[in-house]
T-cell receptor, first 111, second 115 residues
Framework: LAKTTQPISMDSYEGQEVNITCSHN???????ITWYQQFPSQGPRFIIQ???TKVTNEVASLFIPADRKSSTLSLPRVSLSDTAVYYC????????????FGAGTRLFVKA | GAVVSQHPSRVICKSGTSVKIECRSL??????MFWYRQFPKQSLMLMAT?????????EQGVEKDKFLINHASLTLSTLTVTSAHPEDSSFYIC???????????FGDGTRLSIL
């Protein structure tokens, strides 16, 4: 399983764009990258998933460089309700497609 | 779409009681379900992986006789904490996915408190 490294915490202000970068140096060829958001006392919520280049949906964008050793989750114009823990995960058949959570990034959005 | 329902949301019971937690995929068939536990201020820890119709695969250090997992159908998995003790108090979360390359979708968790 590819190990992931993220910043422990980040602070931002409402209306700003937030970029959270995750390192996964030993990602395997068939692994893909998934990001989740978790609020206190709730289960994680799927945000976005990608394999390479750029993926965008209605809530976020995911940027993956050519070497795939890192990925960046971009949250446009955050609001107070985006305060949460964000997890980057690498999933693939080498890990039996299990989803192993790292420590995550605690994002705090201020008014 | 992709809704996972977990029940109950909270359980408080006496030491020695067995507690069953249900996890249902409401609008998709879940070939695989996962069970996690999470302590305050910590990340999720994978306990076991269950595939429909087969025995669960437990992570190292998780007692399979303590945490019984049944995945009898493509929409239901249950976790039974047998003879629960205070140290079993935790937040238990299930997830489900429809295929190996599909994202997991999580339930809202069960807060288990053993007195």
């Amino acid at each position: 399983l590819a190990k992931t490294t993220q910043p422990i915490s980040m602070d931002s202000y409402e209306g700003q764009e937030v970029n959270i970068t995750c390192s996964h140096n030993n990602i395997a060829t068939n692994d893909y990258i998934t990001w989740y958001q978790q609020f206190p006392s709730q289960g994680p919520r799927f945000i976005i998933q990608g394999y390479k280049t750029k993926v965008t949906n209605e809530v976020a964008s995911l940027f993956i460089p050519a070497d795939r050793k890192s990925s960046t989750l971009s949250l446009p114009r955050v609001s107070l309700s985006d305060t949460a823990v964000y997890y980057c995960l690498v999933v693939g058949n080498t890990g039996g497609f299990k989803t192993i959570f790292g420590a995550g990034t605690r994002l705090f959005v201020k008014a | 779409g992709a809704v996972v329902s977990q029940h109950p949301s909270r359980v408080i019971c006496k030491s020695g009681t067995s507690v069953k937690i249900e996890c249902r995929s409401l609008d998709f068939q879940a070939t695989t379900m996962f069970w996690y536990r999470q302590f305050p201020k910590q990340s999720l820890m994978l306990m076991a992986t269950s595939n429909e119709g087969s025995k669960a695969t437990y992570e190292q250090g998780v007692e399979k006789d303590k945490f019984l997992i049944n995945h009898a159908s493509l929409t239901l998995s249950t976790l039974t904490v047998t003879s629960a003790h205070p140290e079993d108090s935790s937040f238990y979360i299930c997830s489900a996915r429809s295929g190996p390359n599909q994202p997991q979708h999580f339930g809202d968790g069960t807060r288990l408190s053993i007195l």
